[in-house]
């Protein structure tokens, strides 16, 4: 099983971004996805969820109406459009896949042990 995060870089403040989430070796239509992110000397937090069938989602409080995650299930791929970026959406953003018979609830997607698979990461730059 492998996830492959894409699509990071260096941009400007009030920029955008779309990270992708490549997945093989498991059924991606069965997963719950989830991105999460860890900045310099920070602990990894919880950005955004998607339920195995693309019609719920969850999101951080602080990217919330900025950023939309999305799964394409027929591509095995998920993804993570991110808009307006800040200074302080930089940091290494991590893809995730929790099994689709599992709970799907804020509290549930929020924890990082909830998750069995894990990207390598992929880094966003925001520069002020």
């Known amino acids: 099983v492998q996830l492959q995060a894409s699509g990071g870089g260096l941009v400007q403040a009030g920029g955008s971004l779309r990270l992708s989430c490549a997945a093989s070796?498991?059924?991606?239509?069965?997963?719950?996805m989830g991105w999460f992110r860890q900045a310099p000397g920070k602990e990894r937090e919880f950005v955004a969820a998607?339920?195995?069938?693309?019609?719920?989602?969850y999101y951080a409080d602080s990217v919330k109406g900025r950023f939309t995650i999305s799964k394409d299930n027929a591509k095995n791929t998920g993804y993570l459009q991110m808009n307006i970026l800040k200074v302080e959406d930089t940091a290494v953003y991590f893809c995730?896949?929790?099994?689709?018979?599992?709970?799907?609830?804020?509290?549930?997607?929020?924890?990082?042990?909830?998750?069995?698979?894990w990207g390598q990461g992929t880094q966003v730059t925001v520069s002020s």
């Open positions: 998607i339920r195995r069938s693309g019609d719920t989602t």
């Open positions: 070796g498991l059924p991606f239509s069965s997963y719950h």
């Open positions: 995730a896949a929790r099994p689709g018979g599992a709970l799907f609830t804020p509290q549930a997607m929020g924890f990082e042990r909830s998750y069995t698979y």
